[in-house]
């Protein structure tokens, strides 16, 4: 039997509360790591929780899933903090995941879910309606399952992590799926503000052209 923990990272807690609250309602049996900067390491209910010291998306999602696959999970659905499950969320996500290994399909990297508020590619609802599941290049990880033996660390930055790690993971022979499953996702916040958002591009584009030339123009080239 596989062992499933979902993971989230923040530093809002308003947000976080509305996230946990439909967790709560509807995958109240389901373990999660929670990492946050005031948490203390402790384990309450079926919630692990951990500090957030992370300084940038990346950092702090690598430390928080390594914690869940250290804790012997097999299945890690990473989560953003500003999502809403409903209730069939968990169930069409564990059945997708089963469905592509039943199919031999074990390489998989990222299984995630389709959402309402998110670039317009096939996890948008507008462009999918969720009648099977499909393999794309790129994903963003609002709401996806991963696994130890596929997994990449994220480059540590905040924009364009997610397509640098995705590129990292085809490259080493996973494949990328978008479920049937769906999330609400409120959307926004990160790049609410105009200044932060084109801030962050550009240390990211700055970070990746230092350390990994190779994924730099990766962003450009393979859009979320």
Partial sequence: MKLTCYVVCTRDRNTLDVMLASKHAYLHTIPMVISHPDAQREYAGTNHWMPNVGTSFGESYNAAVHQA????????????????FRPDTHRILMEDVDALEAQGITNWGHVACRADNILRNLQWIGNNDGSAIREVKMIAPICSVVQPSTWVDFPHCNTYSDNVQCWDMTTAGARLFVSRAYVHHVGGLTIDNRDR????AREAYDYLHRVREDAAELPFLFPQ
């Avoid at 696959?69 to 809403?84: E, M, S």
């Avoid at 958002?197 to 962050?200: G, H, R, T």
């Fill in 197 to 200: 958002a084109l801030s962050d």
């Fill in 69 to 84: 696959f250290n804790l012997g999970y097999d299945r890690v659905v990473i989560c953003n903090d500003d999502i809403v």
